[in-house]
């Protein structure tokens, strides 16, 4: 059994969002240099210069009122080309964040995608969601999507795109009748949401870092609430608006920098509405109602709607994306599952939320990676796939999976994602704080165990903000493996390279002295002690012995083997807990060690979990947080393990990357 489907049959392991959203073998790819390259460059001097001013030179605004199906208009702002000597296609975004600036002779100052696209001709069509700021209609977050239409009333997603798309093919001057849609996080649900049965003139999709199924992604993690994430965007991004408006709310203040005092003081979650919130966040007051994965957010996952996709979708993510890593890979494997004659590409770079478009991608964090990451991406990935769909454009020969292998610091291309040459392999825990190939051969409950008091939670960075830092993902974890409140099981030195590809699961068996318990899971590349330090350092950090987090992922415990059915842990019993951990494409280099660490707590950006069992977590008194022994078993009868995809000669823990040569598969 491989391990692909195995995890898949394990659990329906999704995405976020940020206000700045909205702006076999393998061979080695680094891209042709070419005039493309200097994209962000141009952004740069553009942004001095006057982006604003191009556009101006080169574009036509017009704002319209597009009509829905059932009476209600969307705010849509179309950017034309001058030039009339060509027909051009459309681009498409669709947008819950604004489409300011507002007013026919206003021009942004940022362009998007990027400034190559408005070089190359499109209509740029922008559009405020249903609900939303200038668009009128109700505002209905990840809106479910509805397969059984009956009447011109029944409403979502998808009809609000089709008609969009209908109106502009009959009023939009100039067009060559193929549109495209793309969109990062929230607009990537759009866009996702907009292929099924979509309009004959959507000819390519590229969902970015798209949100599908919030229970899993964004603001719960496998049922764990990730606190600061959704506390402060639905602060603004969930108040209710008077009106049609051009403003967003006012954001909160925190009276601190420190967000791991700010929400220990705030206690339990039931104090959000007392302190905060004040009822008046419609959202809020629904999420707590919904602590499992019932109807209501089963309603709100666009997965199994992706069927009877017609355009070609190029669905994009980022290995260090804090939102909505598993959004794109999600969205990536449904389309495949469902659409086996569409052309169906994944991209996963080395990136942060939306970092393709927003940064040159070369460092995040402490971690560093290609020079050139994202220009590379933008110019000779997303531009050669929608001008070759919607121009007509050149064959643009990317492979189905063109994924990013860190730690190696490469491109690599696949005919699949996962990659078929993929081979199950397994880690141990030991004693000794090891991780081996070998299983266990310690007989009866052979465990270590440490205390987990949520009133004293660890840290999930060093550098607390009241927010959630991008770069936690690449985060040093030194100060993790210091603690005693955190397992840490460590591989002797590397003799070769050891490179993961494809999904990740930890099995853990586990007992605790309460009735609940979360467990988070972290893959950690552990450097050498005299490793060279990146060039240019300028921020006093040492590469040597670094412990970079390569990967991490949360459970609720009570959640461990159903979403919908929660149930209490039995007191001091070993207990199986699967935790998939997304997937990986990491390469561990000679030299380096792999670490994996265990901890019950991850504070603020995980919420606290009582421990006592309590029938909705949201509603706990903030005295029901009581601190309890959790033990991780790694006998022969309970044997504690992570299992992954390994390229190369798995079975001695040798994967060696970099190979050239044409794709295997």
């Excluded at 109807?295 to 290995?319: F, N, S």
């Excluded at 007191?571 to 561990?588: C, E, G, W």
Aim: glycine share 6%.
């Amino acid at each position: 059994m491989t391990i692909y489907p195995m995890i898949r049959s394990i659990t329906r392991a999704v995405p976020a969002l940020t206000l700045a959203a909205v702006l076999g073998a393998c061979t080695t790819q680094t891209g042709p240099a070419s005039s493309r390259d200097l994209s962000l460059a141009d952004n740069e001097r553009l942004a001095e210069e006057g982006v604003a001013a191009y556009l101006r030179e080169h574009y036509t605004k017009s704002e319209h009122r597009v009509p829905m199906r059932d009476g209600a208009t969307l705010f849509t702002s179309v950017y034309s080309p001058k030039d009339t000597s060509e027909r051009y296609p459309i681009l498409l975004l669709r947008t819950p964040y604004t489409v300011a600036p507002y007013g026919a002779d206003e021009f942004p100052s940022r362009f998007r995608p990027n400034i190559e696209f408005a070089e190359a001709g499109y209509h740029f069509v922008f559009q405020d969601v249903r609900g939303k700021f200038m668009s009128e209609g109700d505002f209905v977050n990840m809106r479910p999507h509805n397969p059984d239409k009956q009447s011109d009333q029944d409403v979502d997603e998808s009809t609000d795109t089709y008609d969009t798309i209908q109106w502009l093919m009959e009023n939009v001057d100039n067009h060559n009748s193929r549109v495209g849609q793309w969109g990062i996080s929230y607009p990537g649900f759009y866009t996702s949401a907009g292929m099924p049965d979509a309009h004959p003139a959507l000819k390519a999709s590229s969902p970015q870092a798209p949100i599908a199924d919030w229970y899993f992604d964004d603001f719960y993690h496998n049922g764990a609430f990730f606190l600061p994430h959704f506390f402060n965007f639905f602060y603004t991004f969930g108040r209710e608006r008077e009106g049609l408006t051009t403003e967003w709310p006012e954001r909160i203040d925190h009276g601190t920098p420190d967000g791991y005092h700010f929400f220990l003081e705030l206690g339990s979650l039931k104090n959000v509405n007392e302190k905060y919130y004040k009822n008046e966040i419609p959202f809020w007051n629904e999420v707590i109602q919904h602590p499992t994965r019932d109807e209501y957010w089963q309603a709100r996952d666009i997965l199994p709607h992706l069927q009877r996709v017609p355009p070609a979708v190029m669905t994009v993510g980022g290995w260090f994306d804090a939102e909505d890593l598993y959004g794109p890979l999600a969205t990536y494997r449904a389309v495949e599952q469902q659409n086996p004659d569409v052309e169906n590409l994944l991209v996963m770079g080395p990136w942060s939320h939306g970092g393709w478009l927003r940064g040159s991608g070369e460092r995040l964090g402490d971690a560093q990676f290609s020079p050139g990451v994202s220009n590379y991406f933008q110019n000779h990935v997303m531009l050669p796939f929608f001008e070759h769909h919607l121009r007509g454009g050149p064959e643009h020969h990317l492979p189905e999976a063109l994924v990013y292998e860190t730690g190696a610091n490469q491109w690599r291309h696949f005919s699949s994602w996962p990659p078929a040459a993929a081979e199950e392999s397994i880690l141990y825990l030991r004693d000794g704080w090891t991780l081996s190939l070998d299983s266990p051969a310690d007989p009866g409950r052979a465990n270590d165990e440490y205390l987990s008091d949520p009133n004293r939670p660890v840290p999930y960075t060093t550098d607390i903000t009241t927010g959630m830092t991008r770069p936690y993902m690449t985060d040093d974890q030194r100060f993790n493996a210091r603690r005693t409140d955190v397992l840490s099981y460590t591989t002797p030195v590397l003799d070769r390279d050891v490179t993961m590809a494809g999904p990740l699961v930890a099995e853990l068996w586990v007992s605790t002295t309460m009735d609940d318990a979360d467990f988070v899971v972290k893959l950690v590349d552990i450097f050498p002690p005299d490793a060279e330090d990146h060039d240019e350092l300028d921020d006093g950090m040492r590469t040597g012995n670094y412990h970079m987090l390569v990967r991490s992922e949360a459970i609720r415990g009570r959640y461990r083997n159903s979403f919908e059915n929660p149930e209490p842990f039995t007191r001091d019993t070993p207990t199986l807990v699967r935790l998939p951990l997304q997937d990986v494409m990491h390469t561990f280099k000679k030299g380096h060690k792999i670490q994996i660490q265990i901890q019950s707590t991850w504070f603020p950006i995980m919420d606290r979990n009582p421990q006592k069992w309590v029938e909705n977590i949201f509603f706990a008194e903030d005295d029901d947080f009581t601190a309890a022994t959790h033990r991780v078993f790694r006998s022969s009868e309970y044997p504690s393990r992570i299992v992954f995809g390994s390229l190369g000669t798995g079975a001695a823990l040798i994967g060696q990357s970099g190979e050239s040569g044409s794709d295997s598969e």
